[in-house]
């Protein structure tokens, strides 16, 4: 069974960093693409960063790009983003997701970043 | 970037009837190779979202036959036979075809 587990959300200052982590088991990790998409409160969906699967390849949106980095290890099964200069718009349930071809097949619980002072 | 515009359901939807989501892409979604590089995933109350609809009509694995995509490369609807409790939530199309990868705005289907 394809388990995707996020961990790291919490409060943060505007300005300050966080590192979300993405678990992943079930399947063989080194094999797939992931992702990071995200989903403030009471809105929709926004894709955050996408990675290829060595890692040598990384997508962003503008309102990430510079602040934002997504990497992997697949020793571990691993996923991670890094978020830098956060922001209050930056508030979101961030999601880790599979991509299978051309959608996010699998999708994982979820963890809550919340920038507030 | 391509903007996705999805459409509003004529709320709540009696249990057992069909109901119908519209979304449009400001851009076609066809790609070279034939596919339509349009997904539909539906987020139920307090869930992660699921995949439904890939390619445009593809059901991904374990999805109830009541669920069927259809239409061209811009226009795309989502239709939902015989709505029963499970299938409401927020229902949202999103491009594949270029980055960034969008979404629309999502619709709220509500059952009386």
């Known amino acids: 069974e394809v388990q995707l587990v996020e961990s790291g959300g919490g409060l943060v200052q505007p300005g300050r960093s966080l590192k979300l982590s993405c678990a992943a088991s079930?399947?063989?990790?080194?094999?797939?693409?992931m992702a990071w998409v995200r989903q403030a409160p009471k809105k929709g969906l926004e894709w955050v960063a996408t990675?290829?699967?060595?890692?040598?390849?990384?997508y962003y949106p503008d309102s990430v790009k510079g602040r934002f980095t997504i990497s992997r290890d697949n020793a571990k099964s691993s996923l991670y983003l890094q978020m830098n200069s956060l922001k209050s718009e930056d508030t979101a349930t961030y999601y880790c997701?599979?991509?299978?071809?051309?959608?996010?097949?699998?999708w994982g619980q979820g963890t809550l970043v919340t920038v507030s002072s | 970037d391509i903007v996705m515009t999805q459409g509003a359901l004529p709320n709540p939807v009696p249990s057992g009837e069909s109901a119908s989501i519209t979304c449009q892409s400001s851009?076609?979604?066809?790609?070279?190779?034939?596919?339509?590089?349009l997904n539909w995933y539906l987020q139920r109350p307090g869930q992660s979202p699921q995949l439904l609809i890939y390619?445009?009509?593809t059901r991904a694995s374990g999805v109830s036959d009541r669920f069927s995509g259809s239409g061209s490369g811009t226009d795309f609807t989502l239709k939902i036979s015989s709505v029963e409790a499970e299938d409401v939530g927020v229902y949202y199309c999103?491009?594949?075809?270029?980055?960034?990868?969008?979404f629309g705005g999502g619709t709220k289907l509500e059952l009386k």
């Open positions: 997701a599979r991509r299978d071809y051309t959608s996010f097949a699998y």
């Open positions: 851009k076609s979604l066809l790609h070279s190779n034939g596919k339509t590089y």
């Open positions: 079930g399947f063989t990790f080194s094999n797939y693409y």
């Open positions: 390619w445009m009509s």
């Open positions: 990675i290829s699967t060595s890692g040598s390849r990384t």
């Open positions: 999103q491009q594949f075809l270029e980055y960034p990868r969008t």
